[in-house]
T-cell receptor, first 115, second 110 residues
Framework: GAGVSQTPSNKVTEKGKYVELRCDPI?????LYWYRQSLGQGPEFLIY????????DSGLPNDRFFAVRPEGSVSTLKIQRTERGDSAVYLC?????????????FGPGTRLTVL | AQSVTQLGSHVSVSEGALVLLRCNYS??????LFWYVQYPNQGLQLLLK??????LVKGINGFEAEFKKSETSFHLTKPSAHMSDAAEYFC????????FGKGTRLHILP
């Protein structure tokens, strides 16, 4: 596709449930990033991939959060035992390579609501 | 660690007036700095980027920002505000990933 796509656009779940959020980066982009944006805040870095491997996962808040990118393209962010505090917009972005020389393109986000 | 601080969570200016959104950075090395804009119900869009090539950076929609090392600042300006500029603006710094500030919501008064 022309841009970064994310599915679903909205997800409502109950506390304690498991959710998966999907990101399709721009074709050919080797770097993929996940951010979380809570209401009234700036996006907060979670994890980024270079190819299939997680180059930096220092932003994941705890071990309930996990992300994969098995074939170096699509990525899935997985959240176990969801809590109300996980409610936020989850943003995915991709770039051709290093952000020093390449622009990062953002998807529209997935709005997660935990009841 | 790299970080940015945006001064003022809300800024209101009259249509046609100067827009000034403030950002200060903290970095141990020469930083790559960005301004992003987020219009209501839309995704993040890059306004401009500083990469040390020039201290005054021009972006889209008439915005520009000046890198001032002595002040560790990267303030965003636009000479004349339009109603369509109403949005959330984020200053950010590159640290292999993007580290965002908390954002400044710009309100344009008619």
């Amino acid at each position: 596709g022309a841009g970064v796509s994310q599915t679903p656009s909205n997800k409502v779940t109950e506390k304690g449930k498991y959710v998966e959020l999907r990101c399709d980066p721009i074709s050919g982009h080797t770097a993929l990033y996940w951010y979380r944006q809570s209401l009234g805040q700036g996006p907060e870095f979670l994890i980024y991939f270079q190819g299939t491997g997680a180059a930096d996962d220092s932003g994941l808040p705890n071990d309930r959060f996990f992300a994969v990118r098995p074939e170096g393209s699509v990525s899935t962010l997985k959240i176990q035992r969801t809590e109300r505090g996980d409610s936020a917009v989850y943003l995915c972005a991709s770039s051709l390579g290093s952000l020093k020389n390449n622009e990062q393109f953002f998807g529209p986000g997935t709005r997660l609501t935990v009841l | 660690a790299q970080s940015v601080t945006q001064l003022g969570s809300h800024v209101s200016v009259s249509e046609g007036a100067l827009v000034l959104l403030r950002c200060n950075y903290s970095s141990s090395v020469p930083p790559y700095l960005f301004w992003y804009v987020q219009y209501p119900n839309q995704g993040l869009q890059l306004l401009l980027k500083y990469t040390s090539a020039a201290t005054l950076v021009k972006g889209i929609n008439g915005f520009e920002a000046e890198f001032k090392k002595s002040e560790t600042s990267f303030h965003l300006t636009k000479p004349s505000a339009h109603m369509s500029d109403a949005a959330e603006y984020f200053c950010a710094v590159e640290d292999d990933k993007i580290i965002f500030g908390k954002g400044t919501r710009l309100h344009i008064l008619p």
